[in-house]
């Protein structure tokens, strides 16, 4: 799955007038993804460790705890690709997320889920890229300097 094809899924799953935590899209995710390949949803898991990883930087969660920023980092993405995107290019974007407390923690159980109704059995996930927050060294140089 590349980025793109991330980002239709997104888009494709999100009910109408969904819920701004993400719990609707969560299920339409899984749904879809469980019926497979299990390449997809191991691509959708690569994915979206990538897009939370790129969101993992000071900038924006230098004032958050570690599960706060990286359920808000979350949300971002499952508000879609535009906001995502307005997001990387200014950091205020982000700012209402984090003010208002709007957490997607749903949206990063999707894969297991969705492998475990697709294989019956449990994933011990491992993607490229780590989503938990203050992982990515270059987003946080302070701390990794």
């Excluded at 706060?68 to 690709?81: E, H, K, M, Q, S």
């Excluded at 997607?104 to 780590?130: K, M, N």
Aim: aromatic share 12%.
């Amino acid at each position: 799955m590349d980025e793109n094809e991330f980002w239709q899924l997104i888009e494709e799953c999100r009910p109408e007038g969904a819920d701004e935590e993400g719990e609707e899209l969560a299920q339409a995710l899984v749904d879809r993804l469980s019926r497979g390949p299990v390449e997809l949803v191991t691509g959708f898991a690569e994915q979206l460790s990538r897009l939370l990883y790129q969101l993992d930087r000071e900038e924006y969660g230098k004032e958050m705890s570690g599960d706060a920023f990286l359920y808000t980092r979350a949300a971002v993405v499952a508000a879609g690709r535009k906001v995502y995107e307005s997001v990387l290019r200014d950091r205020v974007a982000f700012t209402p997320y984090a003010e208002d407390d709007v957490w997607a923690e749903s949206l990063l159980t999707v894969p297991d889920e969705a492998f475990r109704e697709l294989t019956g059995e449990e994933w011990d996930r491992g993607t490229e890229y780590s989503y938990e927050s203050f992982s990515n060294a270059d987003g946080w140089p302070h701390l990794n300097g």
